[in-house]
């Protein structure tokens, strides 16, 4: 990545910057700061210090803060304390400056009586907008949108959209996609900025519209959103409620962190850690929030460690077996956890839906016999060698054989029937399947042994 | 999700047009669908059988297959098999009528000799671009980029730039933005059309550009292009040589499809498996893919198995100790795993090197001290009271502690020191933590076990 233009590096920048805040410059550092991307601006605003913050806010206007705040990466319990630290008046102008949904992520974080505040102090009409999406469900369509839209109707002229266009592009937060509705704000049509300008000024909306719009409900999964958004390459989608009245848009930006989002939930899930632990979690935060999950394991571990304890009698015989136990059970986690990620993922993306479920199913029964196999003939001869036994061999090999197998489909099957079950499949982690899989294996194993205990006393 | 204005839905239309298609009713099917969004026509073209893709081939024209071919998700490998199908002159037609990257992203998936033909067959320019496009090294900026971008030089006015937009609308991937150009061919600048439409017909380019433009080099990794696109809300990016001449541009459709790429190819290696495994990849195939990963776990685990073959005069005394061995070596498993995932989504954050190593590392050690402490006690408990073992409960109990804290270190440190030596920290997958971390409780369990062995016989 480079910036051309200016030779100043980022650092550079960042300490005249610094230099003329302190120096209170307010001419100067407002020239320099103004030019710089709003991105920019929100990194550099992360360096200060609180005394030097309150210069800043003294410096610009709740307007150009707002820009600022838009393009913060904090986390986001930290918003309380940045606005804390304003005017209460010019936090609710700088609430009110920003796109409507932005400003809604920023107020999700407050408590219900500061936001009552905020509103109060803000002008009607952005108060009322934002009122209307904190009503939104979370992760929903309605939660993500915004009502910063230009909308027109189909019997205008392209010349007049384009005067429209013209007045509402300071505010918009695309100007790229124009949406067409009808005396009762129904979502009649679309027409790209691109289809306007290489329109004749005289044409009419309906006739470059185009009809066939595709829209999210307000109550849609982000996560959907995301998807239709990335097939159908779009800048922008409507959101509509049911009667199909045009209710905001969701611009492409806010789909890339929705993506981000849910991709990286999806890993902490896959891992069993919680999603929102970041490097500015501290230890007893994050400990509170893995501790849950080892608690389940720490017993399910339990309920092995207590099914070899029935088999005891066989260990006593035979101690050598439990020189075994973590290489099956191994395995048994290693393989569960592939067949794991591979189903997850293909529910993420609806191939499964797509293949049908016994398609999978025998995908993965084939995949775990063939792995079973080769692993358990390089087992049995491997212990073998090692321990001049041929039926100590051939029963781990025994065991691996099966136990890859059944770990294999347990991976599988065990997100299937979540999603069945309509629970989020990912919630089903490494870990989980892990521990489960240990469970099956020691019962394989210590079952084999024991069946076949004759063989193995010498 | 829900598509306005035509009442027929999704399968009715493709239904219609499937009989519209063996009744070779060419002007009606044309009618319907040209007018689908391609994305449309990609999934209705995915649903024809060999002799109706025939047919289609005659209905549209190369331009128009264009499209449908740039919407296409299908296995790469599968794109061989459809231009096979079509005339060869049609096939390099289409192929030159998309845009030069995705033309370039089916191309690699053929053979080269293959690909010489088509390009020779192909219009000069189309071709030229292609050749250009296919030197870059995968996963950079230079292989997503696109040559299809409208460039202006700064002495234009806006009625001149807006003029080029209209000729250049229809091949141009995105005309959101128009780059500035010197007579070397050097970047600039950048206008936004917004920034356009706004402006006095009359105004100098170089009145309204942005200089300070944020550009890739393109060499620059796809990923980090995709980080700043985000940061910074970009529709699309310049790409520039090292000495700033524009090459191309990379537009936001693109940029989504590397968020999802990169997500899910961490996501895979987390659990183990090859990214490129779906739902169409054989059993023989997925089995390939898993195997090498589980023939190293498979030696891990002999090393482990042959460790406790070490302590075999131990377990033979105190036969009771295998009971736990599962439990123990699960718990460092789990929370290796969880701290690995921490660990991972910190370094591609960019988390970790703005905080500094050594916090994560004492945070780390401060979430494994509390962990390790509480599932430390809660064994020694649970395990006297089932095996009414003090000494036996203290034993497991210290072992959970101390595996814990070693395995949450372990799990943050293996990634941190694979970033140091430039490897992709995320191929650290869980599997492999998990066997690294059976060993070392192992090693701690046993060991303690052996070390105190005088208090365990009774």
Redesign the interface.
């Known amino acids: 990545?480079?910036?051309?233009?200016?030779e100043m590096n980022e650092a550079q920048l960042n300490v005249h910057l610094l230099e003329l805040l302190d120096l209170e410059a307010i001419d100067d550092f407002r020239d320099e700061f103004l030019?710089?991307?709003p991105?920019d601006q929100a990194k550099f605003y992360m360096l200060l210090i609180p005394e030097q913050r309150q210069k800043l806010y003294q410096f610009l206007s709740p307007e150009e803060m707002a820009e600022v705040f838009e393009?913060l990466?904090i986390p986001e319990e930290n918003y309380q304390e940045l606005l804390s630290e304003m005017h209460p008046t010019f936090a609710a102008d700088m609430l009110g400056e920003m796109y409507a949904d932005d400003a809604v992520d920023v107020l999700n974080e407050l408590d219900k009586e500061q936001v009552a505040s905020y509103l109060t102090i803000m002008d009607g009409e952005s108060a009322q907008e934002i009122k209307d999406l904190l009503h939104y469900e979370e992760d929903t369509a309605g939660s993500i949108m915004t009502t910063e839209y230009v909308a027109i109707r189909s019997h205008q002229t392209v010349r007049s959209a384009?005067q429209i266009?013209?007045k509402e592009?300071?505010d918009a937060e695309t100007?790229?996609y124009i949406f067409v509705i009808d005396e009762e704000k129904k979502?009649?049509?679309v027409v790209s900025?691109?289809d306007l300008?290489?329109s004749d000024e005289e044409t009419m909306i309906s006739d470059i519209m185009n009809?066939?719009?595709?829209?999210?409900?307000v109550a849609?999964d982000q996560e959907?959103?995301a998807k239709?958004?990335?097939?159908?390459?779009f800048?922008a989608i409507p959101v509509?409620d049911f009667q199909?009245h045009l209710l905001g848009i969701i611009t492409?930006?806010d789909?890339?962190?929705v993506?981000?989002e849910e991709?990286?939930e999806?890993?902490?899930k896959?891992?069993?850690?919680s999603d929102v632990?970041?490097?500015?979690?501290?230890?007893?935060q994050?400990?509170k929030k893995?501790?849950p999950?080892?608690?389940i394991?720490?017993f399910l571990?339990?309920m092995?460690?207590?099914l070899?304890?029935h088999f005891?009698d066989t260990?006593?015989k035979v101690?050598?077996?439990?020189?075994?136990?973590?290489?099956i059970?191994?395995?048994s986690?290693?393989?569960g956890?592939?067949a794991?990620?591979?189903a997850?993922?293909?529910l993420a993306t609806g191939?499964?839906e797509?293949?049908g479920i016994w398609?999978?199913i025998?995908?993965?029964?084939?995949?775990g016999?063939?792995?079973g196999t080769?692993?358990g003939i390089?087992?049995t001869g491997?212990v073998y060698v090692?321990q001049h036994d041929f039926f100590l061999g051939l029963l781990v090999g025994i065991s691996i054989f099966a136990t890859l197998i059944v770990a294999t489909l347990a991976g599988a099957l065990v997100p299937m029937l979540m999603h069945r079950l309509k629970i989020d499949p990912a919630v089903a982690s490494?870990?989980f399947i892990?521990?489960l899989n240990?469970l099956l294996s020691?019962l394989i194993y210590f079952g084999l042994a024991t069946t076949f205990m004759s063989y193995l006393q010498k």
């Open positions: 990545m480079s910036e051309q233009g200016k030019e710089m991307h991105y393009n990466e384009m266009l013209r592009a300071p100007i790229y979502l009649v049509g900025l691109r300008i290489v009809e066939r719009v595709v829209s999210a409900s849609d959907i959103v239709t958004m990335r097939d159908y390459n800048l509509v199909k492409v930006d789909v890339l962190d993506i981000d991709a990286s999806d890993y902490s896959l891992a069993g850690v632990e970041s490097m500015n979690t501290s230890s007893l994050s400990a893995r501790l999950w080892l608690v394991l720490l571990g339990m092995t460690a207590s070899i304890g005891e260990l006593n101690a050598i077996l439990a020189v075994f136990i973590p290489l059970a191994g395995m986690g290693n393989t956890t592939q794991l990620a591979v997850v993922r293909g191939d499964i797509r293949e398609k999978m025998m995908r993965e029964l084939g995949t016999l063939i792995v080769s692993c390089l087992v491997v090692w490494g870990p892990t521990t240990d020691i």
